[in-house]
């Protein structure tokens, strides 16, 4: 089935460990997104990708880096996670209707 | 910068009833216009978006919504909810235009609760 594709679906990490959340699309969408999702704070996008190649911040980047490997991955890094990373996080994809297609999302628990 | 309003953070309505969320952005260039919906334990579903054209937008499961240029607004409407449609409503928005980068900005959401 067509559509974005996370993994792992649910994490725990300690504090200080490290992990990389991946995110592909089959859609042949140019941009991709990693938000977070947090309780009364809606989403909060962390990074973006226009296109293969390029990489931006968005608002809350502290913490975190990408790689965009290709046109359909697109991962996020946490060098050491914190407890302030406690959330879910959700990959997306967009192309030429403006719309975003999500991911189901990783619940990530840092202890 | 971009930002959305969602002022109802939650709602409560008896099935049957009306439904009106309150969505407003400051941006004061060309928008595109978006309302999502995030049923428990899911990711975000498209309900409806706005790019230009009749500023009145059906979208699925019969809501729709008005984009209001004079006040930002993009309030959401359901003339009858259903039990089904407890969930999480999402207003975003971006640059209008013909850039497929452009970032969609959230809104804080307004969480609806229907009692049966």
């Known amino acids: 089935n067509a559509g974005v594709t996370q993994t792992p679906k649910f994490q725990v990490l300690k504090t200080g460990q490290s992990m990389t959340l991946q995110c592909a699309q089959d859609?042949?969408?140019?941009?991709m997104y990693w938000y977070r999702q947090d309780p009364g704070m809606g989403l909060r996008l962390i990074y973006y990708?226009?296109?293969?190649?390029?990489?931006d911040k968005g608002e809350v980047p502290n913490g975190y880096n990408v790689s965009r490997l290709n046109k359909r991955e697109f991962s996020l890094r946490l060098e050491s996670a914190a407890p302030s990373q406690t959330s879910v996080y959700f990959c997306?994809?967009?192309?030429?209707?403006?719309?975003?297609?999500f991911g189901s999302g990783t619940r990530l628990t840092v202890v | 910068a971009q930002s959305v309003s969602q002022h109802n953070h939650h709602v409560i309505l008896s099935e049957a009833a009306s439904l009106e969320l309150g969505c407003n952005y400051s941006y004061g260039g060309t928008v595109n216009l978006f309302w999502y919906v995030q049923y428990p334990g899911q990711h975000l579903q498209l309900l409806l978006k706005y790019f230009s054209g009749d500023p009145l937008v059906k979208g699925i499961k019969g809501f729709e919504a008005e984009f209001i240029k004079s006040k930002f607004s993009f309030n959401l409407r359901k003339p009858s909810v259903q039990w089904s449609d407890t969930a999480e409503y999402f207003c975003?928005?971006?640059?209008?235009?013909?850039?497929?980068?452009?970032?969609?900005?959230f809104g804080s959401g307004t969480r609806l609760s229907i009692r049966p």
């Open positions: 975003a928005v971006n640059r209008g235009g013909y850039s497929s980068a452009s970032k969609i900005i």
């Open positions: 990708s226009a296109s293969e190649g390029t990489t």
């Open positions: 997306a994809s967009s192309g030429q209707n403006y719309g975003y297609t």
């Open positions: 859609m042949n969408h140019n941009s």
